[in-house]
């Protein structure tokens, strides 16, 4: 599915919002750098981004990335519109991936990334309170 102008540009809106919580984004389309230049130049009235999409927008004209993520399309050279959040040690910890005709909230996308940070602090507090309780006795002879 194509990636439509609205939704890059409600994500751009956002931009700020994710870069103070430490998250990059990145768009990734099967379509041409070619295409890309002209939508990103095209004015948001013909359905372009109006050189308002302050995050890149990646080439995947082979379909590398839509196949390893497992969104592509073999039969029409499409990928399904999907959103990951990956992780800074690399794991996919949210993945969201949308039918034809479906759109996301970025607000939602936000809120799951800054839940899913609090519950990682919240984990690393419970490693480190664990760590300082089990002190290990060695009984006295």
Known sequence: LKLSSQELLNFNSYLSNFQEINCEILAISP????????WYCAPIQKN??????HFPLLEDKNMRICKAYGVSNEDNGS??????VIDTNGLIRITVC???GIHVSVKDILRMVRDLQMKDKEDELDILRHSETSVTTTPLD
Do not use: P, Q, R, T
């Not at 372009?48 to 999409?53: A, I, K, S, T, Y």
């Not at 990928?79 to 990951?84: E, G, V």
């Open 48 to 53: 372009g981004l109006g050189e308002n999409v």
């Open 98 to 100: 949308l039918d034809k």
């Open 31 to 38: 379509d041409s750098l070619e295409s890309h230049i002209a």
């Open 79 to 84: 990928a399904l519109m999907s959103i990951f």
